[in-house]
């Protein structure tokens, strides 16, 4: 959204009087805190300074690269903020949670909101965590900051939060709820009974608290929202509280209680906002950018990139902007040819030894799984959603072993990029599969697809084994799974499946059944597609290599033969057009199996003698 074309009178009508300069604060160059000499007697403000993170502003030095909206995108966003602050009227929400995907940009939409009320001289103040920032990542600060930036904004709340800290030295030491209540509610509620007086504060104060799942502890993050909830349990209280984060599952369970939601107004940044249209805009103007302004744009074709690559991007970004950002970060190096790091993105081009395209994005994911407490089970079932293309939540269970509810469990950690919807996983994040399956960029938690497609292929020929491979499929899978067959699932995987011993032990004790080769939604005991998915299912072990002179091969290919005879004599052409079954026919023949079928005959049957 452009700030530029924001004016007072149409945005914040209802702040006209305001006299106050908001948010300009000054700037600190101190590591955590500002120091103040310590042989002087210290005052109240003086010993608030020594707790304040300036990196915590949002207008401060340290916060290197400050995120905010694209010019001209998030404005419906922008917009339903800026109507639920102006709301002085039947308020009855005092607590915005503004949450979304990791990558999402809520850290870019408060950020335009803290600089529109700055520049509309709305009484504000902010707070930014970062995790990896140890002078913003913990509650510690938190207050200090806020009533710093309240001190700033009026010489009447200075007074009061000074003479609080002056009559109480150890504040900073006691819990968040008793500094809220000590340096920001009482002062606040002070200045609204001489607010008729004379007061230099004009109502309502937002406070802005961007990335609280950044925030050390799940704990604490729950306490502060419990804090401020108490806090504004009367409803009399001039002050919006703006709080942006992930979904977080302890996050969403504070703020569905009781005592928090009576007072909440939720904003997701889901589909409803049109995402899709802002990055594919924001990517157009960066593109358009590179070509006016890039030092090698004379080598730029003025039709790059091609509307598809362009739409790619825009589908990849899953309407959270991290991913646009990154690849426009990496594409737009002055040092590099644009037209090649786009190619890189699209996996055209070989990456570069010293090349880390997607660094951000990565140490992002990272982050995440990290926070994950039973990672192996998690990866499990990611892995099988992807590829074994199931997501429906209770055919992963019953395939998996799991117990009812234990998907959900697992995913919990991981709302920001994955969620349940509809009792089906969705990725939040298209690009987060290319992470797991490249080692080099998620390490640790690397989906390795050749062992993970034998472990599949293998825990198929265990139900099988133990006769509950039909009760899975026919009561667990999706309605697009009725249309296959049960061979077809473990046909993908035993097309990529590494050459284990146990997934050849699997085959050399596999006992096939005629079930096994009937799509799931069939009328029929055989149908025409059932020849050709034993065939494939035989060519798919001919193709391990199991070092063992196609003995599992061929012990396969004699029991489907066997089993074709019996149940299904037309298919023999089938299998006899894709594999050598004219041995396996002679040794039936010794054998006294065909009786009503000479061997003559049968071969004229087969191959058209």
């Not at 020594?50 to 207008?59: D, G, Q, R, T």
Request: negative net charge.
């Amino acid at each position: 959204m452009d700030t530029t074309s924001l004016t007072h009178n149409t945005m914040f009508s209802s702040t006209s009087n305001a006299v106050f300069t908001g948010g300009t604060f000054t700037q600190h160059n101190g590591p955590s805190s500002v120091k103040v000499d310590s042989a002087k007697e210290l005052g109240g403000f003086e010993r608030l300074l020594e707790v304040v993170a300036p990196a915590a502003f949002h207008n401060s030095e340290q916060r290197a690269d400050t995120p905010k909206c694209h010019p001209n995108t998030r404005i419906a966003v922008l917009q339903k903020i800026i109507d639920w602050i102006q709301n002085s009227e039947d308020r009855d929400a005092w607590i915005m949670w503004l949450h979304g995907a990791a990558g999402a940009g809520k850290s870019a939409i408060t950020q335009s909101i803290t600089e529109l009320c700055v520049n509309s001289k709305l009484a504000i103040a902010s707070f930014f965590f970062f995790r990896t920032d140890p002078t913003r990542n913990s509650a510690h600060p938190l207050v200090a900051t806020l009533a710093y930036q309240l001190c700033r904004t009026s010489s009447a709340a200075r007074e009061i939060i000074t003479r609080a800290i002056e009559k109480d030295p150890l504040v900073f030491q006691q819990s968040f709820k008793s500094q809220l209540e000590s340096l920001i509610i009482e002062p606040l509620r002070q200045l609204k009974r001489i607010s008729d007086v004379s007061t230099d504060l004009t109502f309502p104060l937002l406070i802005v608290i961007d990335g609280l799942d950044e925030c050390e502890g799940r704990d604490v993050q729950t306490s502060i929202i419990y804090a401020i909830s108490d806090a504004l349990r009367d409803k009399d209280l001039p002050v919006l509280f703006l709080i942006a984060s992930r979904p977080e599952q302890h996050l969403t369970m504070a703020f569905s209680s009781r005592k928090v939601a009576d007072i909440l107004t939720r904003l997701p940044l889901d589909d409803t906002y049109f995402p899709d249209k802002d990055i594919r805009l924001f990517l157009n103007d960066k593109f358009a950018e590179i070509k006016i302004g890039h030092p090698f744009r004379h080598l730029i074709d003025p039709s790059w990139p091609a509307a598809d690559v362009l739409e790619s991007l825009v589908e990849k970004s899953s309407g959270q902007f991290i991913y646009a950002s990154v690849v426009m970060n990496f594409v737009s190096s002055s040092r590099h040819h644009p037209v090649q790091r786009l190619e890189v993105i699209q996996g055209i081009r070989l990456v570069g030894v010293l090349e880390t395209p997607f660094a951000q994005l990565d140490a992002l994911y990272m982050h995440i799984f990290s926070c994950v407490e039973d990672i192996k089970l998690a990866t499990l079932i990611l892995s099988f959603a992807l590829l074994g293309r199931a997501t429906r939540r209770l055919y992963i269970e019953k395939f998996l072993a799991l117990a009812e509810g234990d998907v959900e469990i697992a995913l919990a950690d991981l709302p920001s990029v994955v969620v349940l919807e509809s009792d089906t996983i969705k990725f939040l994040h298209a690009s987060l599969p290319d992470f797991l399956l490249d080692p080099a960029r998620s390490q640790n938690y690397y989906i390795d697809p050749p062992n993970a497609h034998a472990d599949f292929a293998h825990r198929w020929f265990e139900h099988s084994k133990a006769r509950r491979l039909m009760s899975i499929f026919y009561y667990t899978a999706s309605p697009i799974m009725m249309l296959s067959a049960p061979s077809d699932q473990v046909v993908r995987h035993l097309d990529a499946a590494a050459p284990t011993n146990e997934l050849h032990q699997d085959i050399l004790e596999f006992v096939p059944r005629p079930e096994y080769f009937i799509a799931l939604g069939s009328e029929t005991a055989f149908s025409p597609v059932t020849a050709p998915k034993m065939s494939k299912f035989l060519s798919s072990i001919k193709a391990l290599d199991f070092g063992d002179e196609h003995r599992a091969y061929n012990y396969q290919l004699e029991m489907m033969t066997r089993m074709a005879k019996k149940k299904y004599p037309d298919s023999f052409r089938e299998l006899g057009r894709d594999h050598d079954i004219s041995k396996i026919l002679i040794k039936l023949e010794e054998e006294g199996i065909f009786k009503k079928w000479p061997l003559r005959r049968l071969l004229e049957k087969v191959f058209n003698m």
